[in-house]
T-cell receptor
């Protein structure tokens, strides 16, 4: 299957700082990228959907000014957690798809964010 | 009501048995369904997807979709201890976003 690379895999930051997470599709053009958050023993919760060159569409309850998403190219999307707080500590996962109905989405490796 | 529902488990089966995982969903018209496996601390990996009524087989895995009853299931034949993981059912939205809505997952434990 296609490869989606997500970095960093783990990050620890101080409360109040910002953290940027990158998601790259290595061997296909990702027309759409999705960002999920997963708390321990819970399922993946979709945060936002981004299409290349467009503003991201955020799910209800997700603060767009806190979770900045940029999808500047067909192979790269970034998620920036601004002014992070301990409650933002979670597993963040991106996925990317090339387009079309029933086309699978490929997942990145995930980023474990710990805010101290 | 949640759009995708799964029993959290754990479902415990002996090695070599058939594991049956189920998922129900709210009726949103024609949809695709995906089964993912997720090991602890890792991101999900796709097992298979199905969008037509009936069965779809891939190796030891069989996905079954029944749109009239609004359920989708995953059968794992000859279960192995390495199959022990959380299995996530996901529904693909039919709007232009094609986003996936995940169930809460079922934890499977295969006993040696």
């Amino acid at each position: 299957g296609a490869v989606v690379s997500q970095h960093p895999s783990r990050v620890i930051c101080k409360s109040g700082t910002s953290v940027k997470i990158e998601c790259r599709s290595l061997d296909f053009q990702a027309t759409t990228m999705f960002w999920y958050r997963q708390f321990p023993k819970q399922s993946l919760m979709l945060m936002a959907t981004s299409n290349e060159g467009s503003k991201a569409t955020y799910e209800q309850g997700v603060e767009k000014d806190k979770f900045l998403i940029n999808h500047a190219s067909l192979t790269l999307s970034t998620l920036t957690v601004t002014s992070a707080h301990p409650e933002d500590s979670s597993f963040y996962i991106c996925s990317a798809r090339g387009g079309g109905f029933s086309t699978e989405a490929f997942f990145g490796q995930g980023t474990r964010l710990t805010v101290v | 009501q949640k759009e995708v529902e799964q029993n959290s488990g754990p479902l415990s089966v002996p090695e070599g048995a058939i594991a049956s995982l189920n998922c129900t969903y709210s009726d949103r018209g024609s949809q695709s369904f995906f089964w993912y496996r997720q090991y602890s601390g890792k991101s999900p990996e796709l097992i298979m997807f199905i969008y037509s009524n009936g069965d779809k087989e891939d190796g030891r895995f069989t996905a079954q979709l029944n749109k009239a009853s609004q359920y989708v299931s995953l059968l794992i034949r000859d279960s192995q201890p390495s199959d022990s993981a959380t299995y996530l059912c996901a529904l693909q939205m039919v709007d232009s976003s094609y986003k996936l809505i995940f169930g809460s997952g079922t934890r499977l434990l295969v006993r040696p």
